[in-house]
């Protein structure tokens, strides 16, 4: 089981930008990836990035595409979600978790207690 811990949200202006950053703890299983998700007050929790821990392999939401970037360190057992451009649409309680490499948040076994983002206008 992998312990997850973010960190990193906050309140911006809408065009500003926010890194997240998570650390994982703990001995995930393999093969596996570190993705982000978020979910919005009344909405689905909704895949965000994912990033394959042995490949570096990525995918993204078209929404986060040339926006965000998922990134991680290897030595310090962290990921990390450089988000700029930040949208009015954006705002939600975003989350890290570990699983298999995929965009399905039902897949994913480990998630952190979430960071709230919050887009000003």
């Known amino acids: 089981q992998v312990q997850l811990v973010e960190s990193g949200g906050g309140l911006v202006q809408a065009g500003g930008s926010l890194r997240l950053s998570c650390a994982a703890s703990?001995?995930?299983?393999?093969?596996?990836?570190m993705g982000w998700f978020r979910q919005a007050p009344g909405k689905e929790r909704e895949f965000v990035a994912v990033?394959?821990?042995?490949?570096?392999?990525?995918l993204y939401v078209d929404s986060a595409k040339g926006r965000f970037t998922i990134s991680r360190d290897n030595a310090k057992n962290a990921v990390y979600l450089q988000m700029n451009s930040l949208l009015p649409e954006d705002p939600a309680v975003y989350y890290c978790?570990?699983?298999?490499?995929?965009?399905?948040?039902?897949?994913?076994?480990?998630w952190g207690q979430g960071t709230q983002v919050t887009v000003s206008s």
């Open positions: 978790a570990a699983g298999p490499f995929g965009t399905s948040w039902r897949n994913f076994g480990s």
């Open positions: 703990g001995r995930p299983s393999s093969p596996y990836a």
């Open positions: 990033m394959s821990w042995s490949t570096g392999n990525t």
